[in-house]
Every structure is written in structure tokens, then in C-alpha cells.
């Protein structure tokens, strides 16, 4: 049984914090803490018993909380649930760059991801390949979506298409290949792109598919395409199956920029976006935390409970800090960690050179495995279940190596490694040797020296 997770608030953040982010300084606190409490009293008898004596989110009204399945109609996949009090959903990013990458090393990392347990895959092909698409959604048990944005823009710029006529074939398309979800770019305006450009922003876009929109609200001097067509998407939607994933267009990418002035007036937007798409009975996830400082993640997440109307709102990792290039993967998953405790219904992994080099397959192997460390150690933080935990540790008290391998959040690879170094039960490791403060205690209890 899937063990669901409870609400958790930023209540327990600075209010000076609080108050430079720009953000309403009064953050209710909803939840009780007994301080008192130990970690082993919250230990459940097992994590069946813990999933049928636990309901999580109770002190939140019921339209607070929405969830709902991720598959197309026509996707003859399992899907997976969307939204608290589910687990937050782990994501993988792929697509062919022309001149860089092409479509069977990205169906690799496609593969990759699938074996390794991802819940989602979002194509970022930006040229009109797409046998990608069309092998994955064919091939693959996994929620799969990709960007309509990049298609948009070349229709319109490039082909000078009309623009509600591009928006339009492109998304038809997508909901008639059995696309499970569609990325857009709906939350920026045109006045929105010109104070950008002129603004003191670090970076001012992040997004590849916000610049881009933005590139066409101010080239062909007109207002966001997906606005205009918003109602006829949303009726794509809604018969098809297919989610939209409302984008950051103006999400921070520099930890220097979070809670800025634009990205709060951008999240508003989404909301009201996100309330027409759940009149219109239409599935919708927004995009919420990219680059923020670690402090200010349960603020964001706070802001998404309180404006979103229930939607489940997700995180590109996120990232904490900017510095750590060539580690990103680990940045975000310390960002992941704070995300999916306070909230976040889904995550996806950002890679060891997120912002200096396409992944490649081991690339996208190590971020995902660092990614599913830290929703676990979330999800240990939020339901209390220690009993994985508990018995890797029994198992390392006896030096039973065999027994904390099987234990391992990532057995086969601790299996490989223990069987290198051939340790045998009861065997010391070489940290401490014949210094072993385990094997020591058993030679003392036994009335050895």
C-alpha cells in the first residue's frame, strides 16, 4: 500500500525571512508539534499497518487537496497519481538538441529512467523529430509529456502560421498521440516580457520555452497565443485525458531572484489559470520552485497551497544554491528534500551538469538515485516510518552485510559493492578494522578482551 504524505507548513520559517521574501508575513501554523516526541515512539508497527492507522492532511478542508490521475485516455499505460496526499511524483527530463543528440540516446535515457523506478518523462525535443515521442508512448509503462512550445514558435516565427491555428494543431496533435501531459506557457503576458527586458533581474528568463514566448509576444507584437486559445485547449483536455503542466515562463533562475516582484505576479496569473481549468474539469499541475534559497522553499510552497486552489504544484530539483556546477544533481536533490516535506507534488531531477551539458545516461542514472534518496529521507520526516531504516541499521549492528544490502534503497548497487569487497558476516569493514566499536562490544559481552 502506498504511504501517503501529510501537509507541513513554513510556519517554522524566520519571520524576517519572511518578510524580505516580499511575502504576507502572517504564515498560519496548522500543524502541531509535540517536541517531546522521539523518533523511535513514531515508529510505526510495520509500513502496512502505518498506511492503515495514518490519514494524513485531515486539518486542511477537502477542496484544498486536489489529485487526480496522470494518463491520457488513449494511453494504454498504468498512470500515477498526481496531488496530495499521494508521494510526490520523480520526473526525468529528455529530448534530442539537433547537432548534439538524437533520438536512440535519448530513448537510452528514456529507457534508463523507466528501469530505475521514474514516474514521468518530459520530451524537450525542439526540432519536429518526433519518433521520440511516438517510441516512448509506445513502448514505455510511464507517464510521458512534452513542451507544445517549441513547435508554437516555429509555426509562428518561422512559418508565420497564425498563431491560435499553431497553437491549436499542435496541442490536437499531442492529445491524439495519447501525450499524457503538455507543458505551457500560458503565464506571461506581453507587458510582462517588456519590464523583464528591462529589469534588474540576475537572469531575467530562464525558461528555454518562456524566452521563446516571450520572443513572439514582442516580435509579432501580440499577446500570449496560449492565452487566446485557452478555452479551446482546455476542451482538448478535457476530452483526451491530457494534463497541463502550467510553466514557470518568469520562474527564478538565480536564487537571487526568488520571490521576486515578476515571478509573484506570474504565480497569480496561474492561479487563475488553474481555477478555469478545474471549472472546465480539466486535470492541471503548476510549476512553482526552480532556483530558491533553502529557507524560502516551505515560503513557496506555502504561497502554493494558499493561491492554487488545491492544484498539485511541482519543482525543477529545486535548486538551493547556484554555485555547485558539475554537482547540480546533488544541489537539487538537498532542494528536493525541503520540497517534497513541505508539500511538492512532484520533482524532477536535474542532472550533475544541469546548466553546463546534456546529460548523458549515467548522468541521468546518478541524479535519479540521489533524487530518490532524499524523497525518502522526506518521506521518512513527514509519515514517521523508520522501519527500512531501523532494519539496515539491525542488520549493520550484526555486521550482516548480506541483510543490509537487501535493505539498501539501492540494492543492486550495494550488492556489487559489498561483493568487491568481500566482506563476510560478522566481518568489520575497513573504516574502522579491527577498531570496530560493533564487533568489540560482541567480543566484550562474550567476556573476551
Known amino acids: 500500500m502506498t504511504m501517503e504524505w501529510p501537509e507541513m507548513t513554513a510556519s517554522n520559517a524566520p519571520e524576517s525571512e519572511v518578510l524580505c521574501a516580499g511575502v504576507y508575513a502572517e504564515i498560519g501554523s496548522s500543524l502541531e508539534v509535540n517536541h517531546t516526541s522521539t523518533l523511535r515512539q513514531l515508529i510505526p508497527p510495520s509500513p502496512q499497518g502505518a498506511a492503515n492507522s495514518m490519514t494524513f492532511g485531515d486539518h486542511l478542508p477537502p477542496s484544498h487537496s486536489v489529485s487526480y490521475l496522470m494518463k491520457n485516455d488513449s494511453h ?23 547537432g548534439a543528440t538524437d533520438s536512440e540516446t535519448e530513448y537510452a535515457k528514456a529507457e534508463r529512467a523507466h528501469a530505475l523506478g521514474v514516474h514521468t518523462l518530459t520530451d524537450l525535443t525542439t526540432n519536429d523529430d518526433t519518433r521520440l515521442r511516438k517510441r516512448v508512448l509506445e513502448s514505455l509503462d510511464i507517464v510521458f509529456g512534452t513542451v507544445p512550445t517549441y513547435e508554437i514558435h516555429r509555426r509562428i516565427l518561422r512559418q508565420c502560421e497564425d498563431a491560435k491555428s499553431a497553437v491549436m494543431r499542435v496541442i490536437e496533435g499531442l492529445a491524439r498521440d495519447g501525450v499524457d501531459f503538455a507543458v505551457i506557457h500560458a503565464s506571461g503576458s506581453r507587458g510582462m516580457a517588456q519590464r523583464v527586458r528591462d529589469s534588474a533581474r540576475v537572469i531575467p528568463v530562464t525558461s528555454r520555452g518562456g524566452a521563446m514566448m516571450a520572443e513572439v509576444e514582442l516580435r509579432a507584437h501580440r499577446e500570449n497565443p496560449y492565452v487566446e486559445s485557452f478555452d479551446d485547449i482546455l476542451a482538448v483536455c478535457r476530452s483526451s485525458g491530457m494534463a497541463l503542466s502550467l510553466a514557470g515562463t518568469y520562474r527564478p533562475g538565480s536564487i537571487a531572484d526568488a520571490m521576486d516582484e515578476t515571478h509573484l505576479e506570474e504565480v497569480g496569473i496561474q492561479a487563475e489559470l488553474v481555477r478555469r481549468a478545474q471549472e472546465a474539469g480539466v486535470k492541471v499541475s503548476v510549476e512553482l520552485v526552480n532556483h530558491v534559497p533553502l529557507n524560502l ?31 547540480d544533481d546533488v544541489v537539487g536533490a538537498i532542494g528536493a528534500t525541503t520540497a517534497a516535506q513541505h508539500g511538492t507534488s512532484w520533482i524532477t531531477c536535474v542532472t550533475a551538469g544541469e546548466h553546463c551539458h546534456l546529460p548523458s545516461v549515467d548522468d541521468i542514472t546518478q541524479a535519479v538515485k540521489y533524487f530518490q534518496i532524499a524523497l525518502h529521507a522526506a518521506a521518512v520526516s513527514c509519515h514517521g516510518d523508520l522501519s527500512q531504516d531501523a532494519k539496515l541499521s ?10 543490509m544490502a537487501h535493505h539498501a534503497i539501492h540494492r543492486d548497487d550495494a550488492v556489487a559493492l559489498l561483493d568487491r569487497l568481500g566482506y563476510h558476516e560478522g566481518q568489520a569493514c575497513t573504516m574502522c578494522s579491527g577498531a570496530c566499536p560493533l564487533v568489540r562490544r560482541k567480543v566484550a559481552l562474550k567476556g573476551g578482551v
Do not use: K
Open 394 to 403: 539491525e542488520a549493520r549492528n550484526r555486521n550482516d552485510w548480506a541483510a
Open 76 to 98: 494504454a499505460i498504468t498512470g500515477v497519481m498526481m496531488g496530495r496526499p499521494h508521494p510526490p511524483v520523480l520526473g526525468v527530463i529528455i529530448g534530442i538538441t539537433p
Open 297 to 327: 522553499i516551505p515560503v513557496y510552497c506555502d504561497l502554493g497551497r494558499s493561491q492554487l486552489h488545491g492544484a498539485p504544484f511541482g519543482a525543477l530539483g529545486p535548486t538551493p544554491t547556484d554555485i555547485g556546477i558539475g554537482y
